[in-house]
Nanobody, 115 residues
Framework: QVQLAESGGGLVQAGGSLRLSCAASGRTFGTGVMGWFRQTPGKERVFVATIDWGTGYTYYADSVKDRFTISKDNAKMSMYLQMNNLKPEDTAVYYC????????WGKGTQVTVSL
């Protein structure tokens, strides 16, 4: 079993920055794909960015490309999302996801971007 815990959400003005963290615990893994997804009320959870745990290959949604950066620290079993130039439409609950064949989700962290 793997547990995922997000942190770093909060309230920020448009144009500001936040850094989200996702810490994995419960077992170690050397491969797999970790990612960030986000969800607003009444809508489906959508893809933001992913990173291959082994190769470091990254992939971004068009809406966040050039503003968000996903990274990882294998030794700390952690993943990060640096979010710059935030926009009100980035407001959502952000979830950490780990794909090891089995899918694991964190409980989410709220990001609110005000005008």
């Amino acid at each position: 079993q793997v547990q995922l815990a997000e942190s770093g959400g909060g309230l920020v003005q448009a144009g500001g920055s936040l850094r989200l963290s996702c810490a994995a615990s419960g077992r170690t893994f050397g491969t797999g794909v970790m990612g960030w997804f986000r969800q607003t009320p009444g809508k489906e959870r959508v893809f933001v960015a992913t990173i291959d745990w082994g190769t470091g290959y990254t992939y971004y949604a068009d809406s966040v490309k050039d503003r968000f950066t996903i990274s990882k620290d294998n030794a700390k079993m952690s993943m990060y999302l640096q979010m710059n130039n935030l926009k009100p439409e980035d407001t959502a609950v952000y979830y950490c996801r780990l794909d090891l064949g089995l899918i694991y989700w964190g409980k989410g962290t709220q990001v609110t971007v005000s005008l």
